[in-house]
């Protein structure tokens, strides 16, 4: 069984930086698009960045792009976002997603991501 689960959100300023990071078990990952989303309060799920396990792809949402970094450990089977600039507009619950179906990249499709974190919480003041 899949499992995905995220750490390192927490409160920063405005121009700060965190970085996020999603442990993943239960399968081997290397067919598999990893992404991670966010959703603020009373807003739909957004996609923030995805990368594919075995390769060096990645994409990027418009907002995110040049601030924010998808990267993966294989070692470790961790997939990390690292995020700088934050910006107040970057505030919600950060979610870990998996995609089994690494032959739909390109996909920002939240519909198309079978196994999710807990999320974690960012927070970004001004």
């Known amino acids: 069984q899949v499992q995905l689960v995220e750490s390192g959100g927490g409160l920063v300023q405005a121009g700060g930086s965190l970085r996020l990071s999603c442990a993943a078990s239960?399968?081997?990952?290397?067919?598999?698009?990893m992404g991670w989303f966010r959703q603020a309060p009373g807003k739909e799920r957004e996609f923030v960045a995805a990368?594919?396990?075995?390769?060096?792809?990645?994409l990027y949402a418009d907002s995110v792009k040049g601030r924010f970094t998808i990267s993966r450990d294989n070692a470790k089977n961790t997939v990390s976002l690292q995020m700088n600039s934050l910006k107040p507009e970057d505030t919600g619950v950060y979610y870990c997603?998996?995609?089994?179906?690494?032959?739909?990249?390109?996909?920002?499709?939240?519909?198309?991501?079978?196994?999710w974190g807990q999320g974690t919480q960012v927070t970004v003041s001004s």
């Open positions: 239960g399968r081997t990952f290397s067919n598999y698009i």
């Open positions: 990368a594919k396990w075995n390769g060096g792809n990645t």
């Open positions: 997603a998996a995609d089994r179906s690494i032959s739909r990249w390109p996909t920002e499709n939240h519909y198309e991501y079978e196994y």
